[in-house]
């Protein structure tokens, strides 16, 4: 197993505030309906009046790279993985199939398991593998279903409604079918990685699962904390994110029988990526209007999920304090909140942090040969970040 600790921040420390957790769910009595567009007429008074699309949508005039593009040298996989994916969940129960459609038809560009045949083809190719076997093919749709499950089970607990422009699973069939849904998959996905038949992946990928619901504690046991650290941020993404997309990288390695070296690069690779991916979408958050995230802006702040950008404008701004631990119960709190957060500088220090991560992910690639597939890996890297320049 990797070492799974960053400088300054151990991970196994899991601490759990139950008073936090009974706390977190007192939602304020406040309507957000029209202030997320009062949130944009924020945004633009600050400058940001042209966000970058997120990487889930099409279309982005600013970027130069093209994420259809970074994938086209595995676009066979991945039409191949979709086709299995609706097969696998849908076999069972016409209420699933129709879910299913629902779920993987919702948009998005499959980046984990993308990142599962990138990393898998280009291990592949140091070991002298001239196809990628089974073992990675199933791979990635085990990780796409943990990582569709562990939405499914967001959007319930959150009570999202919507989800990439779409209805989420529950507001259509019910919160019932939602969970049911979500079980079946990690259920299968479970089935799925015990047949692969590999000890270390099953540990992996069994830590990820537990990492989701560790991560949905600790974000539960501190919304609304103006004291939560940097630290903690970190290690809440990691579980929430990060955890998933290093297991990802280095399950693929492994099933390619490379050097444990090489496995761990590919580790530390997926684990800057997922920080950079998920510190750009906490910015993104703030930068971006409703339509382009594919859910209401500033949702995180809202509900007192205090991301990256407002850990930093903390330290610059007391009064933010004052407003956040009234958990915006006065009209017109959520927008000067946003307001303080866009001037203090919190969202430029928070892309300083997406970069740190993303050069760390750049320099883990060095294990690898120069080849289509790295390309790719770098370009996820710089794609990522274009969508905040």
Known sequence: MCSLTFPCLDLTK????AAGLLRSYRRPEISFSGTYRRAESVRLAVGISAPVEGLVATGDRKSTISVSDLLSVIADDLQNLNKNLKSIIGADNPVLASAAEQIFGAGGKRLRPALVFLASRATAEIAGLKELTTKHRRLAEII????????????VLDDSGIRRGKKTIHQIYGSRVAVLAGDFMFAHSSWYLANLENLDVIKLISQVIKDFASGEIKQASSLFDCDISLEDYLLKSYYKTASLVAASTKSAAIFSGVSSSICEQMYEYGKNLGL???VVDDILDFTQSSEQLGKPAASDLAKGNLTAPVIFALEKEPKLRDIIDSEFSEEGSLEAAIEMVLKSGGVDRAQALAKEKAELAFQNLSCLPHSHYRSSLEGIVKYNLERID
């Open 14 to 17: 899991r601490s759990f505030d």
């Open 144 to 155: 796409e279903m943990i990582h569709t499950a562990s939405l499914i089970h967001d959007d």
């Open 276 to 278: 950079s991916f998920q």
